[in-house]
């Protein structure tokens, strides 16, 4: 998330998909696309940055801007990556087989 005031842009980039640019003009429309994406069950990214997405996202949530649950994607080992969903008041993971039944692997650009 790139921010200047309060406009900037959501960037989005990995895999075999091109970089996608979603730009917002103040912190409402910011807090929209985010709505959008964590209601689509987009995986936040963990890590890299500090703070990183899955930090930006649960410090909105925890000043209430913005409501989970959210679902996380994290390194876990060299070529390994963990979906984790954060449910407010649960205390451990549930494991699932496939990850494409439960998360969205598309960005929704609507």
Known sequence: M???ASSGELVFAGGDEP???LKFS???ALYRQL???LASRLPVAA???MPGPVDEVAALIAVGCLEGPYVELAWSGPGQ???REHIEGAEVWRKVADSADWVNVKLPLN
Do not use: A
Request: proline residues 0%; neutral net charge; charged residues 20%.
């Open 81 to 83: 990556w963990i979906l």
């Open 26 to 28: 103040d912190q409402s």
């Open 19 to 21: 970089r996608h640019t």
């Open 47 to 49: 890590g890299g940055m």
């Open 2 to 4: 790139h921010t200047e």
């Open 35 to 37: 709505r959008q994406l």
